[in-house]
């Protein structure tokens, strides 16, 4: 069983910036990590993600939002910057051993997903 503990979560005012963290609990690598999100009320949705040497992110967040790992390559962030209150929601971080379809933002390509870490953006 892979847990994936995430940190970083919290409250921050609008135009803050943020910085999730995500790893294995052991700091297994994974080829393929992501994050996403879920608004109250909507879906859950993609943010973000990749392999270990190419990155994407949504429509949505780009040019606010990036996607990096360590040096180690067992951590993925999940840089948040000019933050919003639409940028509130629980963020997840999911990993992959295999992107079948070459979306990263297909969620059931995914095999294991943390528990989710709160961020609230306050006007």
């Known amino acids: 069983q892979v847990q994936l503990v995430e940190s970083g979560g919290g409250l921050v005012q609008v135009g803050d910036s943020l910085r999730l963290s995500c790893a294995t609990a052991?700091?297994?690598?994974?080829?393929?990590m992501g994050w996403f999100r879920q608004a109250p009320g909507k879906e859950r949705e993609f943010v973000g993600g990749?392999?270990?040497?190419?990155?994407t992110v949504a429509d949505s967040v780009k040019g606010r939002f990036a996607i990096s790992r360590d040096s180690a390559k067992s951590t993925l962030y999940l840089q948040m910057n000019t933050m919003e209150p639409e940028d509130t929601a629980v963020y997840y971080c999911?990993?992959?051993?295999?992107?079948?379809?070459?979306?990263?933002?297909?969620?059931?390509?995914?095999?294991?997903w943390g528990q989710g870490t709160q961020v609230t953006v306050s006007s």
């Open positions: 990749g392999d270990l040497t190419h990155t």
């Open positions: 999911a990993v992959a051993f295999w992107i079948r379809s070459g979306n990263y933002a297909s969620q059931t390509e995914y095999d294991y």
């Open positions: 052991d700091h297994t690598i994974f080829y393929n």
